[in-house]
């Protein structure tokens, strides 16, 4: 079944091009359970992005335009009162699908973000008193604009904390965007696009995962250097023990991608640059000196040693 999932990487690249390690990565966080954020300018194809990847599963796939006047009831549905039976009767909000894709999710207030805190950890919506648990596999792909401020409200560090990635798309290099604007010229290429997967089968390998090996000095390493962010005179925050276990769980899914069934250190190496640096907090001096928690985290990596 990893051949399947190979295959959904190689179409991606052939729709978003040149961005071939944004996309290794968003397959990593899918197979790992994670949620993803994809911060970038507009424009680069974060919504295309998200919906290539739905249509080449046989999953559904639900949109929200996160907007200041988006209700919390507005994603987990509400109760509605039948007046033939006298009762009130749950009507599902788009959460219930197997991937979302909450585009700028920055526009809508603190309140309406809050709806998404218990779908994204627990994977279960609460209404009425009733807990209703929500499909599997479930993925959440957040966009939101970094350098648009006005009508936008930051995300809260809970919320953060529940990506397993931040990604940036970023312009693509002169020859993808050519060959971007030549398949253009044949029409969209996401109209050719047909189901590659099923969730029975998503299910199957996000099991798989969890069976990959992670020795104990991989572990080791991969400690120190969470407990290496909590000790960071520059940092308010370091990584939390939900930032080790999702950085444990992606590493694991990046090691089945690459055909192996345990983990290296280079797995773990790689992807703390996209799993660490959004949920950490930066103090005032070192926020005005122009240090970015992506340069904190870099120096972390080199001050600890890799095992051989």
């Known amino acids: 079944m990893i051949e399947k999932i190979l295959q959904i990487e190689s179409a991606l690249n052939r729709i978003i091009r040149g961005k071939s390690e944004v996309i290794r990565h968003l397959l990593t966080a899918f197979l790992a359970g994670g949620n993803v954020l994809l911060d970038d300018v507009p ?48 009507r599902p909000g788009p959460v219930f699908t197997n991937i979302l894709l909450a585009d700028e999710i920055n526009r809508a207030s603190p309140r309406t973000q809050s709806a998404l805190l218990e779908c994204m950890s627990e994977h279960q919506v609460t209404s009425g008193g009733v807990r209703r648990i929500l499909e599997q596999p479930f993925l959440v792909i957040a966009t939101q604009n970094p350098l648009e401020f006005q009508g936008t409200y930051p995300l809260p560090e809970a919320q953060l904390d529940r990506f397993a990635m931040r990604l940036s798309l970023g312009y693509p290099d002169e020859q993808s965007e050519y060959a971007m604007l030549a398949d253009r010229r044949r029409g969209d290429p996401l109209a050719a696009v047909t189901p590659l997967i099923s969730c029975a089968e998503l299910k199957a390998l996000q099991a798989q995962v969890a069976e990959v090996a992670v020795s104990d000095e991989v572990t080791d390493y991969l400690m120190r250097l969470i407990r290496a962010t909590r000790q960071e005179p520059r940092l308010r925050l370091g990584a939390s023990p939900r930032a080790a276990l999702l950085l444990a769980d992606c590493s694991r899914a990046a090691a089945l991608l690459a055909g192996r069934d345990f983990v290296i250190p280079d797995d773990v190496r790689h992807l703390a640059r996209v799993v660490l640096p959004h949920r950490l907090m930066l103090d005032v001096k070192t926020n005005y000196a122009g240090i970015s928690a992506e340069d904190i985290v870099a120096d972390v990596l080199k001050q600890e040693k890799m095992p051989r």
């Open 43 to 90: 424009g680069v194809g974060k919504t295309t992005l998200a919906k290539a990847l739905a249509r080449m599963t046989e999953a559904h796939f639900a949109r929200v335009q996160f907007t200041p006047d988006l209700l919390p009831s507005d994603i987990i549905g509400t109760d509605i009162y039948n007046p033939k039976d006298g009762e009130f009767r749950f």
